[in-house]
């Protein structure tokens, strides 16, 4: 018997995951007076997951069809766009919240403030949900690029 799709949007406490793989990458940095090279972990992506991945995976655990989630997912991204044009913050509760934000020349005078001189460009804030950020918090497991010990 599947389940609802609801059941869904809750993250599991415990999952098996994979491990997150990183290198190591040589950085300079070009704003101290110190230009010794430094060195910095860097996570390394794996693939990507389609949209056509996750309705499958979906539709394996409720009772929708892989095309039902698939439409239901691709009108997200209007209505989302909709709704942040009219300042709203779209909250998907387990997922995050999202906002758009804009970078800002300042001026001393705000009489001297106006969209067109000021507003340099708009991007898109996302806080996570909290049970993301706690998953987080709790940390990943990780293992070396190229190394099988985790």
């Known amino acids: ?55 499958r995976q979906i539709s394996n655990e409720c009772s929708l069809s892989a095309l039902d989630v698939k439409f239901v997912l691709q009108a997200l991204g209007p209505k989302l766009q909709f709704h942040l044009e009219d300042g709203k913050i779209v909250d998907l509760e387990n997922i995050g919240k999202f906002r758009v934000g804009f970078k800002c020349k300042a001026d001393p005078d705000p009489k001297n403030l106006s969209v067109k001189r000021n507003i340099q460009k708009y991007h898109l804030n996302f806080q996570p949900a909290v049970e993301l950020k706690r998953w987080l918090k709790i940390g990943l497991t990780t293992y070396k690029e190229g190394s099988r010990s985790i």
């Open 1 to 55: 018997m599947r389940t609802s799709c609801a059941l869904l949007l809750t993250i599991p406490k415990k999952t098996i995951a994979m491990p997150i793989r990183y290198r190591i990458t040589k950085r300079s940095n070009t704003i101290a007076n110190n230009k010794a090279p430094q060195y910095i972990m860097q996570a390394v992506n794996t693939g990507v997951v389609t949209l056509d991945d996750i309705s």
